[in-house]
C-alpha cells in the first residue's frame, strides 16, 4: 500500500514538472491570461480524480482544445472579456458531457471516425505551430487561418531581439530531447521557463522582447460563470464540439493505455468525470480541460498506480503557483511560444495520410480534407466536416444491404454464395443470404437488391415460387429494416412469390414474435435454410424453444 | 405509341385538377402569394421531365415543404419581400441538390430513418392543420407552433361568416370523400374554387371574409434571384434541411411506386431532376418544390406511362393560370383553408406510433420527440432531432461490434456460437465468429469485446496460445476498423497471444494485402476455420487465387 501511494507521489512530481509549462502555454494560446492554465490545473483534477476511471489521464489543458477555445472566444460581443467567456464555455462543456452521462450517451465518441480525428489533430497541430510563429518571431501577425496568418504577417514585422530569445528556446528543447538524457528531455521545458525568467528579470537581455507582464494576485477566484442567456446561446455550438473533442481525445488515450495495462475502463465513468472537471474549471476560473496525450503516457511511464497520482499533480501545481506567482511577469513570451511549438509538432506525421490513401481512397481524401478546413477554415468547421464526411462515406457504403444468392453445396446440407462456390440451386425457391444487419442506413436498398438477385435466379435457374432468405447473420432489425421487409413482402407478393425466412437469431425472432409480424405478414420460418430449401408450400413453425436447442446442420 | 400519348394527356389533366387548388393553397400556406405556387408548377415540372426518371412523380408544391418554407421566411430582415426569399431558398435548395447529385450523394436519403421521417411528416400534419384553423374561422391568431397559436387565438376573435365559408367547404369536401363516387372526390377541390369565386364574386354573401385579393397580372417573372450575400447564408441552413426533406420525401414515393410498377429507378436522377426543378423555380417567380406524394399516386391510378404526363400537366396550369387571373381575386380564404385541412389530415394516423412502441420503445420515443419538437419547437429542430436522434439510436446499439465465441459441432467441420449450441473447443485457440463489418461506429468496441470473450474462454475451456477471428460475415473494413484490428494485435501480443483470421471475404483480403497489413502484423490467413484450428502455430498461406477458388468446407 505504502509503495502504490510512493509510486503514485514520484508520477505526480514527474508530471506536474511537464505541466506547469504546459499549463501557461495553452493559456495563451487560448488567448486567456497564463494564470487561467494553473487555475484549471488545480480543482478540476480533483473532480476527475473523484468521479473518473482511468489511473493515468494526464487532465488539465490542452493544445488542441485551446485552439477551439481561442478560436470560440474569438466572436465574443464587446464588454466580454476572454476569460469570463472561457468559463461559460467550460460551463457549457461540463453540462453537455454530463447530460451525456446522465442519457448513457458514450457511444458518442463513435462519431469520430479515425480518419477525421486524426485529420483535425494534425490540422491543428500545424495551426498551432503556425499561429506560435509570429509570438516567437516577435512578429504583430495574427489570425485562426494561414491566409489570415500569412496576410497579416506582411505588414507584423519582425524582432530579432525577440527571434534569438525564442530561436534559441527552441534549440535548447530540440537539443534536450536529442542529444540529452530521458529526464533532462521532461525537465527541460520548467528549466528553460525558470531560467528564462530569470535571465529577463535580473539581465537587461530581455529588453524589447513581449514578456507575460504582471498579473493580478494569483488567488483561485471561486465565483458561478456568467449567466448571460445570448452568451451562453452564442457559445453552445463551440462547446458541443469542444466537449465532443474533449470527450473523444481523452477516451482514445485513456482506452488505449487501459489495454496496454490489462485494465478494464468504464467509458460512462470517463464521461462523469470530464463533466465534473470542466464544471468545477468554471467556478474556479479555469478553461475547458481533457485527457492529454503526451501527459497521460507520462503518467503510464512513470509508474501511476491509481487516481491519488493526480491529487499530487494539483499539489505540485499549488506550490508552483505560490512560487511562480511574482517571476512569472518577467517570462518573455517567444520562450513559451518555443515550448508550445516544440511538445505540439513531435505528434505531426505524415505517415497516417499515406496509409488511409493506400487502404481507401475516400478515407485519406476526407482526412485530408478535414486537415486543410483547420487550416483554410476553422476548426469547428472542419471538425463537423469530419463526422458528416464520415457519415456520409458510411451511408454511400452501406446503402445497399449486402446480400448473396446461395445454393446447395453437393452432397451436404450447406448452402454457399453462386458466386463463388460450385453448388446446386432448385428453380422454384431462391435461396438469399441477408449479410447484415437491416438498419435504417442500408432499408431503403433491400427490395431493390432483393428483386434484382430474383430477376438473375429467374434468369439463370428458372421461375421461382417463393424466396428464402437465410437471416443467420442479421443481428438486429430496426423500424426503418422492418418497413423494408413489409416492402419486400409486398413487391415479392406483386410477383406471386412468397416470402420465407430460415436461421433467424433468437433476440431478432424476439422482437418480431414481439409485435406478430410473421403471423400477420404469412412469413413461414424454418429452423435450417436446408429445411425451408427442402420444404413444401406449407411450412413448418417451430416454436422458439425449438428454434433455440442445439439445431441440426 | 398513340395509346400512351392519349394515356399520358388523360392523367396529366386529371392531376393538374388536384394541382391547380394545392399550389394555391400551399402557396399561402408558405406565407407566399397564390400565383406563386402557379408559377412553380410550370417550367419546374417540364426541367424535371428532362432530367428525371420517374413517369409518376407528382412534381409541384408540397404541404410539409410549404411549412418548412413558412417557418424559414419568417426570420427574413427588413426589406426583404417573402416572394424574394421563396426564390432564394428555391435556388439554394436546387443548387444543394445538384451538388449532391455531382458527389454521388444519393445515399444520403438515407440519412432519415422511418421514425424520424414519419415523426415529421405527422409533426407537421398537425401543425399545418392547426395553422389553418385561424384562417378558417376568421381569427387573427397566427403562430409556428401550438403554444404560439394558442396564445394568439385569445385575442385572435372571430367572424361567424368566415367559419361558415370555411366550414362549410370542409364539409362538403368531407361529402365528396365518403359519399360520392371516385372521380367527384379528384374534382370536388376544384369545382368547390370555382364555386366558391362565382359566390363571392356575385354575391354579397362573401362581404366581411378574407378573399385573395387582387393580384399582379399573372405574367411568368423570369428573374433572377436576389444574389445578396447575408441572405444567402442565412437562409442556406433552411436550404439543406428543405433539400434533405425534398430529396427524400419524393424518393420515397417514387420508389415505392415504381417497385410496384416493376419499373427501375435511379436514385441519382432523381436527385439531378428535382435539383432542375428547383433552380428553374428559383428563376421562374416560383418556390422550393418536390414530389407529391398524393399527387403521385393519382398519376400512377390515372394511368400515366412517361414524364410527357408532367409535360401535359404544366400545360394544363397554364390553361388554369390565364382563366384564373381575374377570378382568383375573389376566391375566399377560408374555403383554400379548408382545402388545406381536407387534404394534408388525410395523411395522419397515430398507427405508427403503436407499431413502432411495441416493436421498439427507443425508435417509439423518437417518433414521438420529433412529431412534438414539429409542433413545439420548428420545422428545423425538429428534422435535425430526427437525423441527429436516428444516428444516436444506431451508434448506441452498433457500438460494440457482435462476436460470438464458436466451437466445432462434434463430427462435422462446422462452427457454432457456444451460447447455443452443443460444441467442442480446443484449449489452445479461442475460436472468435466477428458477425458484421468492422467501421467507425463499432471499431471502438472491437478490442474490449474480443479481450472479455478470450477471458471466458480462458475461465471455461483452457490457457490458450491463439485468437482466431472467422471474419465471413465482415463485408468491410473501414481504416478506423482496420486500426482497431492493429490495437487487438497489439493487445492480444500483450498477453503473448497470436492473431489470425479465417474465410476472409475476397473483397476485404484485396484490401488488406493491397497494404501488406497480413504481412506487417504476421497474421496467417486460413481458407476455412476448422483448418485454422486444426493448424499448429506455423500456418499456410494461401494465395487469394486459392481463396477465391470454390472452398472446401
Same mark, same amino acid.
Given at each position: 500500500?505504502?509503495?502504490?501511494?510512493?509510486?503514485?507521489?514520484?508520477?505526480?512530481?514527474?508530471?506536474?514538472?511537464?505541466?506547469?509549462?504546459?499549463?501557461?502555454?495553452?493559456?495563451?494560446?487560448?488567448?486567456?491570461?497564463?494564470?487561467?492554465?494553473?487555475?484549471?490545473?488545480?480543482?478540476?483534477?480533483?473532480?476527475?480524480? &473523484?468521479?473518473?476511471?482511468?489511473?493515468?489521464?494526464?487532465?488539465?489543458?490542452?493544445?488542441?482544445?485551446?485552439?477551439?477555445?481561442? =478560436?470560440?472566444?474569438?466572436?465574443?460581443?464587446?464588454?466580454?472579456?476572454?476569460?469570463?467567456?472561457?468559463?461559460?464555455?467550460?460551463?457549457?462543456?461540463?453540462?453537455?458531457?454530463?447530460? &451525456?452521462?446522465?442519457?448513457?450517451?458514450?457511444?458518442?465518441?463513435?462519431?469520430?471516425?479515425?480518419?477525421?480525428?486524426?485529420?483535425?489533430?494534425?490540422?491543428?497541430?500545424?495551426?498551432?505551430?503556425?499561429?506560435?510563429?509570429?509570438?516567437?518571431?516577435?512578429? &504583430?501577425?495574427?489570425?485562426?487561418?494561414?491566409?489570415?496568418?500569412?496576410?497579416?504577417?506582411?505588414?507584423?514585422?519582425?524582432?530579432?531581439?525577440?527571434?534569438?530569445?525564442?530561436?534559441?528556446?527552441?534549440?535548447?528543447?530540440?537539443?534536450?530531447?536529442?542529444?540529452?538524457?530521458?529526464?533532462?528531455?521532461?525537465?527541460?521545458?520548467?528549466?528553460?521557463?525558470?531560467?528564462?525568467?530569470?535571465?529577463?528579470?535580473?539581465?537587461?537581455?530581455?529588453?524589447?522582447?513581449? =514578456?507575460?507582464?504582471?498579473?493580478?494576485?494569483?488567488?483561485?477566484?471561486?465565483?458561478?460563470?456568467?449567466?448571460?442567456?445570448?452568451?451562453?446561446?452564442?457559445?453552445?455550438?463551440?462547446?458541443?464540439?469542444?466537449?465532443?473533442?474533449?470527450?473523444?481525445?481523452?477516451?482514445?488515450?485513456?482506452?488505449?493505455?487501459?489495454?496496454?495495462?490489462?485494465?478494464?475502463?468504464?467509458?460512462?465513468?470517463?464521461?462523469?468525470?470530464?463533466?465534473?472537471?470542466?464544471?468545477? &474549471?468554471?467556478?474556479?476560473?479555469?478553461?475547458?480541460?481533457?485527457?492529454?496525450?503526451?501527459?497521460?503516457?507520462?503518467?503510464?511511464?512513470?509508474?501511476?498506480?491509481?487516481?491519488?497520482?493526480?491529487?499530487?499533480?494539483?499539489?505540485?501545481?499549488?506550490?508552483?503557483?505560490?512560487?511562480?506567482?511574482?517571476?512569472?511577469?518577467?517570462?518573455?513570451?517567444?520562450?513559451?511560444?518555443?515550448? %508550445?511549438?516544440?511538445?505540439?509538432?513531435?505528434?505531426?506525421?505524415?505517415?497516417?495520410?499515406?496509409?488511409?490513401?493506400?487502404?481507401?481512397?475516400?478515407?485519406?481524401?476526407?482526412?485530408?480534407?478535414?486537415?486543410?478546413?483547420?487550416?483554410?477554415?476553422?476548426?469547428?468547421?472542419?471538425?463537423?466536416?469530419?463526422?458528416?464526411?464520415? %457519415?456520409?462515406?458510411?451511408?454511400?457504403?452501406?446503402?445497399?444491404?449486402?446480400?448473396?444468392? %446461395?445454393?446447395?453445396?453437393?452432397?451436404?446440407?450447406?448452402?454457399?454464395?453462386?458466386?463463388?462456390?460450385?453448388?446446386?440451386?432448385?428453380?422454384?425457391?431462391?435461396?438469399?443470404?441477408?449479410?447484415?444487419?437491416?438498419?435504417?442506413?442500408?432499408?431503403?436498398?433491400?427490395?431493390?437488391?432483393?428483386?434484382?438477385?430474383?430477376?438473375?435466379?429467374?434468369?439463370?435457374?428458372?421461375?421461382?415460387?417463393?424466396?428464402?432468405?437465410?437471416?443467420?447473420?442479421?443481428?438486429?432489425?430496426?423500424?426503418?429494416?422492418?418497413?423494408?421487409?413489409?416492402?419486400?413482402?409486398?413487391?415479392?407478393?406483386?410477383?406471386?412469390?412468397?416470402?420465407?425466412?430460415?436461421?433467424?437469431?433468437?433476440?431478432?425472432?424476439?422482437?418480431?414474435?414481439?409485435?406478430?409480424?410473421?403471423?400477420?405478414?404469412?412469413?413461414?420460418?424454418?429452423?435450417?435454410?436446408?429445411?425451408?430449401?427442402?420444404?413444401?408450400?406449407?411450412?413448418?413453425?417451430?416454436?422458439?424453444?425449438?428454434?433455440?436447442?442445439?439445431? =441440426?446442420?
Amino acid at each position: 500500500m505504502k509503495s502504490t501511494w510512493r509510486a503514485d507521489l514520484m508520477a505526480g512530481a514527474i508530471v506536474a514538472v511537464l505541466l506547469i509549462p504546459q499549463s501557461l502555454a495553452y493559456a495563451m494560446l487560448a488567448g486567456l491570461p497564463p494564470q487561467v492554465g494553473l487555475y484549471a490545473s488545480l480543482l478540476p483534477l480533483l473532480a476527475y480524480a &473523484a468521479l473518473g476511471s482511468s489511473p493515468v489521464l494526464g487532465l488539465g489543458p490542452v493544445a488542441v482544445l485551446a485552439l477551439m477555445i481561442a =478560436q470560440a472566444l474569438a466572436g465574443l460581443p464587446a464588454g466580454v472579456s476572454a476569460e469570463a467567456g472561457a468559463l461559460v464555455l467550460a460551463a457549457e462543456v461540463g453540462a453537455l458531457l454530463g447530460l &451525456a452521462a446522465l442519457l448513457r450517451l458514450d457511444a458518442l465518441s463513435s462519431l469520430l471516425s479515425v480518419p477525421a480525428l486524426r485529420g483535425f489533430e494534425n490540422g491543428a497541430t500545424l495551426m498551432i505551430a503556425a499561429g506560435q510563429l509570429p509570438v516567437l518571431l516577435g512578429s &504583430a501577425a495574427a489570425g485562426f487561418t494561414l491566409p489570415d496568418l500569412a496576410t497579416s504577417a506582411v505588414h507584423g514585422g519582425l524582432r530579432p531581439v525577440s527571434a534569438v530569445w525564442g530561436g534559441g528556446a527552441v534549440a535548447l528543447l530540440l537539443l534536450s530531447r536529442r542529444a540529452g538524457p530521458r529526464l533532462l528531455a521532461r525537465l527541460a521545458p520548467l528549466l528553460l521557463l525558470v531560467g528564462a525568467m530569470g535571465l529577463s528579470a535580473f539581465t537587461p537581455a530581455a529588453s524589447g522582447v513581449a =514578456q507575460v507582464g504582471a498579473l493580478p494576485s494569483l488567488a483561485l477566484p471561486l465565483a458561478l460563470p456568467s449567466l448571460d442567456k445570448p452568451l451562453w446561446l452564442q457559445l453552445l455550438p463551440s462547446a458541443a464540439l469542444v466537449g465532443l473533442m474533449a470527450f473523444v481525445s481523452s477516451l482514445a488515450v485513456s482506452e488505449s493505455l487501459a489495454q496496454r495495462r490489462g485494465e478494464k475502463l468504464l467509458p460512462a465513468a470517463e464521461l462523469r468525470g470530464l463533466a465534473a472537471a470542466n464544471l468545477v &474549471a468554471s467556478f474556479t476560473g479555469g478553461m475547458p480541460v481533457a485527457g492529454s496525450f503526451s501527459r497521460s503516457i507520462l503518467l503510464h511511464e512513470a509508474g501511476s498506480r491509481s487516481r491519488w497520482s493526480l491529487v499530487f499533480v494539483a499539489v505540485f501545481m499549488l506550490l508552483a503557483m505560490l512560487l511562480l506567482a511574482r517571476p512569472l511577469a518577467y517570462l518573455p513570451k517567444p520562450v513559451l511560444a518555443a515550448t %508550445i511549438l516544440v511538445a505540439v509538432l513531435g505528434g505531426f506525421t505524415l505517415r497516417h495520410y499515406r496509409e488511409a490513401w493506400a487502404y481507401a481512397r475516400a478515407e485519406g481524401l476526407l482526412m485530408a480534407a478535414v486537415t486543410a478546413a483547420v487550416l483554410l477554415w476553422s476548426v469547428g468547421a472542419a471538425l463537423a466536416l469530419g463526422v458528416v464526411g464520415s %457519415i456520409a462515406l458510411l451511408l454511400q457504403r452501406t446503402a445497399r444491404p449486402h446480400v448473396a444468392r %446461395i445454393g446447395r453445396v453437393p452432397g451436404t446440407h450447406h448452402y454457399r454464395n453462386v458466386e463463388r462456390h460450385v453448388v446446386e440451386c432448385r428453380p422454384e425457391v431462391v435461396g438469399l443470404r441477408i449479410d447484415e444487419s437491416l438498419v435504417f442506413t442500408n432499408a431503403r436498398g433491400l427490395v431493390d437488391v432483393v428483386l434484382a438477385l430474383v430477376a438473375e435466379h429467374r434468369a439463370k435457374v428458372g421461375e421461382p415460387r417463393r424466396v428464402l432468405l437465410l437471416m443467420g447473420p442479421v443481428n438486429h432489425i430496426d423500424v426503418s429494416g422492418l418497413v423494408a421487409l413489409q416492402e419486400l413482402h409486398a413487391a415479392l407478393a406483386a410477383e406471386d412469390l412468397g416470402l420465407e425466412f430460415s436461421e433467424v437469431k433468437g433476440p431478432v425472432l424476439d422482437r418480431l414474435k414481439a409485435v406478430g409480424w410473421l403471423e400477420r405478414y404469412h412469413v413461414p420460418l424454418y429452423l435450417s435454410h436446408h429445411q425451408g430449401i427442402q420444404a413444401g408450400e406449407h411450412a413448418l413453425r417451430p416454436s422458439l424453444a425449438d428454434h433455440d436447442a442445439p439445431g =441440426q446442420l
